[in-house]
């Protein structure tokens, strides 16, 4: 067999394997052997062998390559039983952090499989890095840099490509005030307390605020 190394993920090339780098660190893996993630794909079968309790198992947290923590390798191996086509596999043990560089980041709310703001991590310079939304953001969402100081907003951070070293604006972007109501980038509201608010992509404004 070939073995083939891609960032910090290594795969087995044989047979119908399929080892592949996706752009800028997002790593897919399409492992098509049913034997070695424990896939059965007749969906016939997925009911009656992809409901095991996990229950009994230890919560040694594991961290599976679509991202998503696990509570133990039980619960990754029903998932990937239960969506064969998305053909989770292990990634490594322990929670599953950004983009796996070793370093879990804070950031003002947990990131949920629904959220609609996918968190990516941004190298600001200054050896400070955080977690930001990549689509959208929320003046009551506060952004933690990593040495413990400045509370942003998100609408005021430059946003990063994902996995990319170099930071790039998204002319995008919006921002949500306390109502829900979204707003694009320059656009001024004012709040039901009277504070006066700007969505800019461009700069780094405390709290979105307009002092």
Same mark, same amino acid.
């Given at each position: ?11 087995? =090339?044989?047979?119908?394997? *399929? ?9 897919? #893996?399409? *492992?098509l052997d049913k034997k ?20 009994? #198992?230890?919560?040694?947290?594991? !961290?599976?390559?679509?991202? =998503?923590?696990?509570?133990?390798? !039980?619960?990754?191996?029903? @998932?990937?039983? =239960? +969506? ?14 950004? #983009?796996? @560089? ?11 499989? +629904? ?15 955080? *977690? ?5 953001? @929320? ?21 990063c490509n994902k996995g990319?070293?170099?930071?790039? =604006?998204?002319?995008?972007? !919006? ?17 039901? @307390? ?11 404004? #405390? +709290?979105?605020?307009?002092?």
């Open positions: 067999s070939e073995m083939c190394m891609r960032n910090v993920f290594t795969c087995v =090339k044989e047979n119908l394997k *399929l080892c592949m780098d996706m752009v800028k660190k997002v790593v897919k #893996f399409y *492992l070695r993630i424990g896939i059965n794909r007749s969906k016939s079968t997925i009911g009656s062998k992809c409901n095991q309790h996990c229950d009994g #198992f230890n919560s040694n947290n594991v !961290c599976g390559n679509n991202g =998503k923590t696990y509570r133990n390798m !039980c619960k990754l191996e029903m @998932d990937a039983c =239960k +969506n064969p086509e998305d053909i989770i596999i292990y990634a490594h043990p322990g929670p599953c952090d950004c #983009f796996l @560089d070793g370093v879990i980041y804070v950031h003002g709310r947990p990131m949920t499989s +629904n959220d609609s703001c996918h968190q990516v991590y941004c190298d600001l310079g200054k050896a400070k890095k955080t *977690l930001i939304p990549n689509n959208c953001c @929320d003046l009551s969402d506060a952004v933690t840099l990593q040495d413990g100081g400045t509370m942003e907003t998100s609408c005021g951070l430059i946003i990319s070293s170099t930071a790039s =604006k998204s002319p995008n972007l !919006c921002c949500k005030d306390k109502e829900g109501k979204y707003y694009s980038d320059g656009e001024i509201w004012t709040e039901a @307390d009277g504070s006066i608010y700007s969505c800019e992509t461009g700069t780094s404004i #405390f +709290n979105g605020k307009v002092t």
